[in-house]
C-alpha cells in the first residue's frame, strides 16, 4: 500500500471537519504512534480481514474503538464513581474480536509513549485477554467501584473522592463586567462564531422547553471544545448553563455530534433501527456499562444528532505513563481492563443479537483464539508504524496544511 494511498485516506475520512480543531489532530496525531493510532480508528476497520478466523467471535455490544485511553471514571446516576469502558461513539453490534485486537494493537502501538520493551508490550496483551479470558469463564458482570479497586485503578478512584465541581469549574470560567463566561484559552476551549452561539443557545431553549426544570438549561455561554483525538473536528461545544444557580451551582456540559460510525459499513449483523446516532452511542452505552451516568441525553439538532452530557471531575483516565518502572503496577491495570470488557460483554448479552452468558462461558474457555489475536495485532502494530511515518511525511512536507485539505 502506497504512503499517498494511505494520507489520502485520512484526508477524506475528515473531509468536512473543523479545519481548526482538524490541525490540532493532525498536529497530535504526528506526535507518536499511538496518537496516531487513536486518530485512524477508521484504517483499523477498512483494513480488517473481510474473511478470516478472527471473525469466528461471538456477537457483541461492543466499544468499537477501544484502546487503554478509552477507560476511565464517571459518576454513575447513584452518585457513585466507577471505572469503565468510557466512550461509545463507534459502538455497534461485531465480533468482540474487533474491540479485543484494538485494545492489543494500542498497547503494542503505546509501547514507545509508555516506555516498555515489546517483549514487556506482550506480556500486558496476554496478560489482558488472560483476565478477559477468566472474567467470561465466571459467567458474571461485576464493576469496579472504589471500594473494590486495586492499585492504578483504586488511586485513580480514590484521588477524585473529594474532587469539587467548584474547584474543576474555576479553571474553565471567567467574570467579565459581572458576567459569567468560559475561559477560552485556545486548548480545551475556542471561540464560536455569533452564528453558532444563536444556533446552540436555540436550540438548548427549545430542548429546554420540554424538560421539567427549563431554567436549569439556560445557557450562559458556548465554545467549541477541543478533547481526545479521534473525534478532533467533529462538531462539539462546551455549555455554561444556568444549573442550579451562580455562581456555584452552574454546570458545564458537552454537547457532541454524533455521526456515522467509522465502523458501519463493515458491519455483518443486522443492526437495530435507531432513532438516529445519538440514540444508538447511549443505548450501547447504557447497555455496557455496569451504571449509566448521571447525565445523558440523546438530541436532535437540524436534523443532526447529539450527546449531551455534564462535564464532572469526576471524568478522568488513568495515566499509564506513570508507572515508576514497576511492571506490576500495568499489569494490575491491564488485568483490570481485561475484565471490564468481559463483563460489559455478560452485561449487554442477549440483547438484540448478542450473544447469551452460555456462548460467552464457552468462548473463555477455548484456548484457540487468544494467539489468533495475538499474531494480527502484531503483524497490524507493524503496519500502523509504517502509516504513522507516511503520515508525519506528509504532513512535515504541508500536505495536510489547511490550504491543502
Keep these: 500500500m502506497s504512503s499517498n494511498h494511505v494520507v489520502d485516506r485520512i484526508r477524506r475520512f475528515n473531509l468536512g471537519r473543523d479545519p481548526e480543531r482538524l490541525q490540532l489532530k493532525y498536529h497530535a496525531m504526528r506526535a507518536d504512534v499511538f496518537a496516531f493510532f487513536r486518530g485512524t480508528c477508521h484504517l483499523f476497520h477498512e483494513d480488517w480481514p473481510a474473511v478470516s478466523s478472527l471473525e469466528d467471535a461471538p456477537p457483541a455490544w461492543i466499544c468499537g474503538d477501544l484502546h487503554f485511553e478509552n477507560f476511565g471514571s464517571y459518576k454513575g446516576d447513584n452518585q457513585l464513581t466507577y471505572f469503565d469502558i468510557n466512550d461509545f461513539d463507534e459502538g455497534a453490534l461485531a465480533p468482540c474480536s474487533r474491540d479485543l485486537v484494538r485494545f492489543l494493537v494500542s498497547v503494542l502501538a503505546g509501547a514507545d509513549a509508555l516506555a516498555l520493551s515489546e517483549a514487556e508490550a506482550l506480556g500486558l496483551c496476554r496478560l489482558f485477554l488472560g483476565a478477559y479470558a477468566e472474567a467470561l469463564k465466571a459467567g458474571k458482570a461485576l464493576r469496579v467501584e472504589r471500594s473494590v479497586a486495586t492499585g492504578m485503578v483504586r488511586d485513580l478512584l480514590a484521588g477524585l473522592k473529594d474532587s469539587s465541581r467548584v474547584a474543576y469549574y474555576a479553571g474553565r470560567i471567567r467574570i467579565k463586567k459581572g458576567l459569567r463566561l468560559l475561559r477560552v484559552d485556545g486548548k480545551r476551549t475556542l471561540e464560536v462564531t455569533e452564528e453558532q452561539r444563536a444556533r446552540v443557545i436555540r436550540f438548548m431553549n427549545e430542548f429546554a422547553a420540554t424538560q421539567p426544570d427549563p431554567k436549569f438549561f439556560r445557557v450562559l455561554d458556548v465554545g467549541r471544545r477541543v478533547a481526545g483525538v479521534g473525534s478532533l473536528g467533529v462538531e462539539r461545544y462546551i455549555l455554561l448553563v444556568e444549573g442550579k444557580g451562580s455562581p456555584v451551582g452552574n454546570y458545564l456540559l458537552d454537547l457532541k455530534h454524533a455521526p456515522i460510525p467509522a465502523i458501519r459499513p463493515f458491519l455483518k449483523a443486522s443492526q437495530p433501527a435507531w432513532a438516529n446516532e445519538a440514540e444508538r452511542v447511549i443505548a450501547v452505552q447504557r447497555r ?89 495485532a502484531i503483524t497490524y502494530g507493524k503496519q500502523v508504524r509504517r502509516d504513522w511515518e507516511a503520515f508525519g511525511a506528509a504532513f512535515d512536507s504541508g500536505l495536510l496544511a489547511p490550504s491543502s485539505s
Design 288 to 376: 455496557a456499562q455496569a451504571v449509566a451516568p448521571s447525565f445523558l441525553f440523546p438530541m436532535a439538532m437540524d436534523d443532526r444528532a447529539y450527546v449531551l452530557r455534564e462535564l464532572l471531575p469526576s471524568q478522568d483516565r488513568i495515566r499509564l505513563e506513570l508507572w515508576d518502572g514497576k511492571l506490576r503496577r500495568l499489569e494490575g491495570v491491564m488485568g483490570t481492563m481485561g475484565q471490564v470488557v468481559a463483563w460489559s460483554h455478560l452485561r449487554s448479552g442477549g440483547r438484540q443479537g448478542s450473544a447469551v452468558a452460555d456462548a460467552w462461558i464457552e468462548f473463555g474457555h477455548r484456548t484457540d483464539w487468544p494467539p489468533i489475536l495475538i499474531d494480527y
